[in-house]
């Protein structure tokens, strides 16, 4: 496969085809991916894929905005179907601060993001399934739902093929060569790929590919387990996504028959993304199940549908690394998502896209530099995933 290329994005998850996607619509021209699996095959295919702009910092209450009202215009937009739909997101909380919402609702209500307040009697009325202590209340974000992950991803990769973008699926990027501080080839196990310009789009993978050119990016590799349950029938179909703020779960349909749960956090000692256990371990269904029924009556007769263990690539302050990293001319990266990659991506890959050819843009990507930039700030929310 020796080749040239103007740009080669090393990896087809959500974020390797949205900025496939983007550089291609913003003639970045010869956009060449490679992956040594397939597109969607990573983590990205376990994604939850919520999408709801609950955030502390203005760029990612405005990416994943912006990604939604694509998802809502997606065939006219990308062109097909990401299985998104607008169900809502129903936060239990006892208060709105910071540290127990991960979110600032008086930003979020300055950049237009829709919410209502809701008090318990209203929680009650609503969830009539649900348990709730007297002080608790609710956030509702009609304008947030969920999406098929891997639709998502494989209808904006056909999107970049049909403008020229080549994908190839199965090839294993082997290492990076540079010169002189400059990018200067990619090396697969298919051949060498000439380019002056890569963009490390590879997840949990990411930080052995950049150690290969001196450039250490501090990922380490995390996993968490998500249960599927069959839907009780207290709980009706069109259910909105539910967050617990107090039993720090979550739980959403998929399609008809079956939920999804799991905790806001992540098992914290690291794995390896080449060899880890897929399964869900028995304490963690425990953990799982017993937090779910302490709040929703109808799961004390939960079934249990099966489950999985899925990783994230998580940074120091859970932040992502985004943009021309370790001096190295032509090294761009969007990796490092933390496991709240998804709801954002659609979005981010345009705003990549216009940075990497020296536009500005409207959604300013500094604070995900790295080393970071002083005016970033380490996430409130302890070791939540943001969902
Ligand atoms: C269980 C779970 C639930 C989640 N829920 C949500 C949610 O509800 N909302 C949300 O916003 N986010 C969620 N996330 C996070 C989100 O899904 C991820 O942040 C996002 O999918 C990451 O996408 P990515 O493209 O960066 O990486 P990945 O999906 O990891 O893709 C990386 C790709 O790179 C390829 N690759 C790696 N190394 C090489 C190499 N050397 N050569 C060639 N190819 C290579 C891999 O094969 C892989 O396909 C969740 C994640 C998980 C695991």
């Known amino acids: 496969m020796n080749q040239t290329a103007d740009v080669v994005v090393i990896g087809a998850g959500v974020h390797g085809a949205s900025t496939a996607f983007h550089l291609a619509k913003a003639g970045a021209g010869r956009v060449v991916v490679v992956d040594k699996s397939g597109v969607a095959s990573g983590p990205t295919a376990k994604s939850g894929a919520m999408m ?3 955030f502390t910092e203005a760029p990612y209450i405005q990416l994943v905005m912006e990604a939604t009202e694509m998802m809502e215009r997606w065939d006219e937009v990308v062109g097909g179907d990401a299985g998104f739909v607008e169900r809502g997101f129903l936060r239990f909380t006892p208060n709105f601060s910071e540290a127990d919402l991960g979110g600032n609702l008086d930003l ?25 202590r007297g002080d608790e209340q609710g956030l509702w974000l009609p304008r947030a739902g969920y999406a098929d992950p ?3 991803t494989r209808t904006l990769m056909r999107a970049a093929e049909r403008l020229g973008v080549k994908v190839h699926e199965g090839v294993q990027v082997t290492g990076l060569r540079a010169s002189g501080a400059r990018i200067e080839a990619v090396e697969t196990g298919q051949g060498v790929i000439h380019t002056r310009t890569v963009v490390n789009c590879a997840g949990p993978w990411s930080a052995r590919l950049a150690a290969g050119i001196g450039v250490h990016l501090p990922i380490e590799t995390h996993s968490g387990g998500t249960a599927l349950f069959q839907r009780p029938e207290a709980l009706p179909v069109g259910s909105p996504i539910f967050s617990d703020g107090i039993n720090q779960v979550y739980f959403r349909e998929v399609g008809d028959h079956i939920l999804r749960a799991a905790h806001f956090g992540w098992t914290n000692h690291p794995v390896d993304p080449d060899d880890y256990d897929e399964t869900i371990t028995a304490a963690k269904l425990q953990t799982l199940r017993g937090d779910l029924k302490k709040r929703f009556r109808s799961m004390q007769r939960g079934i249990f549908a099966g489950g999985f263990a899925a990783i994230y690539d998580m940074t120091p302050d859970a932040h992502p690394i985004i943009g021309n990293i370790g001096g190295v001319g032509g090294f761009w990266c969007n990796c490092g998502w933390s496991g709240n990659g998804f709801a954002s991506a659609a979005a981010v890959g345009g ?14 990507l500094k604070m995900f530099g790295w080393p970071r930039p002083p005016e970033t700030r380490t996430r409130p929310d302890g070791n939540w995933i943001r969902r």
């Open 150 to 152: 891997v639709l998502t």
């Open 52 to 54: 709801r702009p609950i």
């Open 108 to 132: 979020m209500k300055q950049l237009g993001v829709q919410f209502e307040i809701l008090d318990v009697d209203a929680l009650r009325a609503r969830v009539p399934d649900a348990e709730f």
């Open 351 to 364: 705003h990549l896209a216009a940075r990497m050819a020296g536009r500005s843009s409207a959604v300013d």
